[in-house]
Structures are given as structure tokens and as C-alpha cells.
């Protein structure tokens, strides 16, 4: 039973566009959402978040949005450069963080 | 200086062998997790301890045990090795505070191959 989901596995965009990267839950019990990012042979690092109080927030280049009606958030990346190229991890919290099968991003000098 | 730290970083052994991976943090964190990453690149929680005591136990078979020795160490020791077990296994750390928001401190992974 996967309570977060990442549909796309890849996305590729032009460097200096904008990334969009998508989420989608299950469970209306989680209390914060946090987007991580993971280059090769490293462990993930943690990004932006967002409580479930919120639609927004924003950090730099990174702006993420939570639509819990719909249960489904978004990480936007604006401009977007070539050291984005990452797995990008979607995760929420209720007691233990759970994430996303993840979505490699390729940015395209 | 690393702040989550694991090692070894790749464990290559036969079936049936015996291993383990270690992990230390030097954050001053009370809750140390163990996460594995799969073949299908699925992330998914293993163990948490906090305060050298188990917190979080996901369903994983009693081959997996995990030893706390201190707060600022976790070993991940695996029975009796399957072909299954292959993978990439992750240590992180989280503070413990109310209102904790999900931000762990990973380290940069241990690759298992079982042959």
C-alpha cells in the first residue's frame, strides 16, 4: 500500500525553464511534506517542506504546493539549472516519514 | 567533517554470510533511523531508534537486527544473507522535538550486493 506516489519516473527540461515535479497521497492524516533531492551515490538531502496547514511556500527557486482537496502536491524549480539534475523524492510525515518511488530530473543545458 | 556517517559503503558477500554496517552521527540527535532503498528505487523505513530504544520495527524479517549502543550510533547486523537483501541501505538522523516537520540527515548509503 503506497500512501505517496510519484507518478512520473523522469522529466526533462531546458535549463532555465520551469520544473515541475508532482505528488500525489493517500492518507489525510499527514502532518508535513517535504520534498528531498538525491544525487548518485549520496544520500538524499532535504529541500523545502510545507505543512498541511498551508498551500504554499516558497524558498528561492523552490516553491512548493499542497492541494489537500485533491491530496496532491508539486515542487516548482524556477529557473531551472543544470545542477537540479537530481532524483527528486516526494515524503510526508505522520509518525515516520514515508516517501515517493521518486522522479529523475534531467535539466538540459 | 561527515554528520551522518556509514560504513562500509559497498558490502559485496555470498548467500548465508553474516554482516554488518555501521553508523554514527555527530549532531547531538536523539532518533537514528534505517531505511532501504531497493532494486526499484523504493525508499522505505526499516527501524528508528531514539534514545538507544526501538521505536519503529516496519515488518522486517528477525534476520535484521539493530543494536544502539549509544545515541549516536546504529548498526544494522543482517543474518543469514538472501539474494533479496541486496541493496542500498540508508542511516539517517532527526532530531526529537515536538513538532518535528520530517527533516532527516542521511548519510550516503551502504550498497549490499548478495551473490
Known amino acids: 500500500d503506497q500512501q505517496v506516489k510519484q507518478n512520473s519516473p523522469s522529466l526533462s527540461v531546458q535549463e532555465g525553464r520551469i520544473s515541475i515535479l508532482n505528488c500525489d497521497y493517500t492518507n489525510s492524516m499527514f502532518d508535513y511534506f517535504l520534498w528531498y533531492k538525491k544525487y548518485p551515490a549520496e544520500g538524499p538531502t532535504f529541500l523545502i517542506s510545507?505543512?498541511?496547514?498551508?498551500d504554499k511556500n516558497e524558498d528561492g527557486r523552490f516553491t512548493v504546493f499542497l492541494n489537500k482537496s485533491a491530496k496532491h502536491l508539486s515542487l516548482h524549480i524556477v529557473p531551472s539549472q543544470p545542477g537540479d539534475s537530481a532524483v527528486y523524492f516526494c515524503a510526508a510525515t505522520d509518525e515516520k516519514l514515508t516517501f515517493g518511488t521518486g522522479t529523475r530530473l534531467t535539466i538540459i543545458p | 567533517d561527515t554528520a551522518v556517517s556509514q560504513t562500509p559503503k559497498y558490502l559485496v558477500t555470498q548467500m548465508g554470510n553474516d554482516k554488518s554496517i555501521k553508523c554514527e552521527q555527530n549532531?547531538?540527535?536523539?532518533?537514528m533511523y534505517w531505511y532501504k532503498q531497493d532494486s526499484k528505487k523504493f525508499l522505505k523505513i526499516m527501524f528508528s531508534?531514539?534514545?538507544?530504544?526501538?521505536?519503529i520495527n516496519e515488518t522486517v524479517p528477525n534476520r535484521f537486527s539493530p543494536k544502539s549502543p549509544d545515541k549516536a550510533h546504529l548498526n544494522l547486523h543482517i543474518n543469514s544473507l538472501e539474494l533479496g537483501d541486496s541493496a542500498v541501505y540508508f542511516c539517517?538522523?532527526?532530531?526529537?522535538?515536538?513538532?518535528?516537520?520530517?527533516?532527516?540527515?542521511f548519510g550516503e548509503g551502504s550498497r549490499l550486493t548478495v551473490l
Open positions: 531508534y531514539n534514545n538507544k530504544e526501538l521505536i
Open positions: 539517517a538522523s532527526s532530531p526529537t522535538d515536538r513538532g518535528w516537520t520530517g527533516e532527516l540527515f
Open positions: 510545507i505543512s498541511s496547514i498551508k
Open positions: 549532531l547531538g540527535h536523539d532518533t
